[in-house]
């Protein structure tokens, strides 16, 4: 997920999601990667936030992504 024009330059996306048999994972930004690769589980919800440039994660920022 990623924001385009000029919010872009204002603000990051933040984003999380909720996988199956894991929980929230943490918080991925601006086209990061988010979820699970290879584990068959499926993405229960999605939680999104803007936050102005240079201004922290609404979050934890581990673990926002699991491969197998």
């Known amino acids: 997920m990623k924001l385009t024009g000029q ?7 933040y984003y ?5 048999n ?3 994972l943490g918080w991925a ?3 990061e990667s ?4 290879g584990y068959s589980r499926r993405l229960e919800a999605i939680q999104i936030c803007l936050v ?3 201004q922290k994660a609404p979050g934890n920022t581990n673990n926002a992504f699991y491969k197998k």
């Open 22 to 24: 894991f929980g929230w």
């Open 52 to 54: 102005p440039k240079g």
């Open 29 to 31: 930004k601006n086209g």
């Open 16 to 20: 999380r999601v909720h996988c199956q």
């Open 34 to 37: 988010s979820g699970s690769e």
């Open 7 to 13: 919010v872009a330059n204002e603000y990051d996306v």
